[in-house]
Nanobody, 123 residues
Framework: LLLEESGGGLVQAGGSLRLSCAGL????????MAWFRQAPGKEREFVAV????????DYEDSVKGRFIISRDNPNNTLYLHMNSLKLEDTAVYYC?????????????????WGQGTQVTVSS
């Protein structure tokens, strides 16, 4: 499975942005999909995860109520809708895919990764 993110850019604090992740390969709908991010000088961290159907999600506490993860299986696409963006949301955002039915928050849980897309929030 190949993953390619898009939609990053420069946005003012309080603004919104939608990230997309295109999956190239078979059985996209069978993977649990997640977003991670890595800010400058920091470790990569979990942001959000969605199950195969899109009906079950989980979020890191700092993005709850502001970010929404969703997926469009017929079009092999994962989304991250980011609202009320803060300066601390500035990071490279990565989509990732894992096999199985259990949610995971660890980098090691995920087998497939995209190259990342930069999100910069300015004041």
């Amino acid at each position: 499975l190949l993953l390619e993110e898009s939609g990053g850019g420069l946005v003012q604090a309080g603004g919104s942005l939608r990230l997309s992740c295109a999956g190239l390969g078979r059985s996209f709908s069978s993977y649990i999909m997640a977003w991670f991010r890595q800010a400058p000088g920091k470790e990569r961290e979990f942001v959000a995860v969605v199950n195969w159907s899109g009906r079950r999600t989980d979020y890191e506490d700092s993005v709850k109520g502001r970010f929404i993860i969703s997926r469009d299986n017929p079009n092999n696409t994962l989304y991250l809708h980011m609202n009320s963006l803060k300066l601390e949301d500035t990071a490279v955002y990565y989509c990732a895919a894992k096999i199985g039915i259990d949610f995971g928050r660890r980098i090691s849980d995920y087998k497939y990764w995209g190259q990342g897309t930069q999100v910069t929030v300015s004041s």
